[in-house]
């Protein structure tokens, strides 16, 4: 497995309380993503970035914002969060491009009670 | 935007037999198309890709075939043994950028002895 790590492993919260989950990885590649998992849908893009400081929104980015402030980071905030938010988050990196083999992390399982 | 479809959502395949899932997208512009399998409680894995420029591809038990025509990608998996048992995901390049790509719901491939 490609050096990406994610943390925490998991976690439950209460609605309404502030979540931060961190991808970090050791290849230096450019772009980093955050994809959440639920049953019947498959992957969805959560946002992603393309450098330090330049991100984008993916299909499901509205309660959740990020920040790369570093390479090697990428977190993902759940400012406040819901229910609907209780998934399994992947974190996944490319070399150069989206279109190229994307690495995933090892998942971190959120439960929002 | 791109949307891809992926059929079937359950597959169940005698070992030493063939499966195929199939996919299609919606974007004519879409130019690379990867395929990923989970195993379950892991972490999804690029198995094999394939560019708009190669109508087929294969990898040992593996093959994808493209119709840029149709629009539509499949994946063939050959002598099919119990550890091909998994989810897979079909994915498809967005439109003029390849910053990203968005994944079919997926395909659960159970492998009967």
């Known amino acids: 497995d490609a050096g990406i790590t994610q943390s925490p492993r998991h976690k439950v919260t209460e609605t309404g309380t502030p979540v931060t989950l961190r991808c970090h990885q050791t290849?230096?590649?450019?772009?980093m993503y955050w994809y959440r998992q639920d049953p019947g849908h498959g992957l969805r893009l959560i946002h992603y970035?393309?450098?330090?400081?330049?991100?984008d929104k993916g299909e499901v980015s509205d309660g959740y914002s990020v920040s790369r402030s570093k390479t090697e980071d990428f977190l993902l905030t759940l400012e406040s969060a819901t229910s609907s938010q209780t998934s399994v988050y992947f974190c996944a990196i490319s070399e150069r491009t989206g279109a190229e083999t994307q690495y995933f992390g090892p998942g971190t399982r959120l439960l929002v009670l | 935007g791109e949307n891809v479809e992926q059929h079937p959502s359950t597959l169940s395949v005698q070992e030493g037999d063939s499966a195929v899932i199939k996919c299609t997208y919606s974007?004519?512009?879409?130019?690379?198309f990867p395929w990923y399998k989970q195993e379950l409680g892991k972490r999804p894995q690029l198995i094999i890709d394939i560019r708009s420029n190669v109508g087929e591809k294969k990898d040992q038990r593996i093959a994808v075939t493209l119709n840029k025509t149709a629009k539509h990608f499949s994946l063939h998996i050959t002598e099919t043994q119990p550890e091909d048992s998994a989810v897979y995901f079909c994915?498809?390049?967005?439109?003029?950028?390849?910053?990203?790509?968005?994944f079919g719901k997926g395909t659960r491939l159970h492998i009967l002895p």
């Open positions: 290849e230096n590649h450019r772009y």
């Open positions: 970035s393309y450098g330090v400081k330049d991100t």
């Open positions: 974007d004519s512009a879409s130019n690379y």
């Open positions: 994915a498809a390049s967005t439109k003029n950028r390849d910053d990203k790509i968005i």
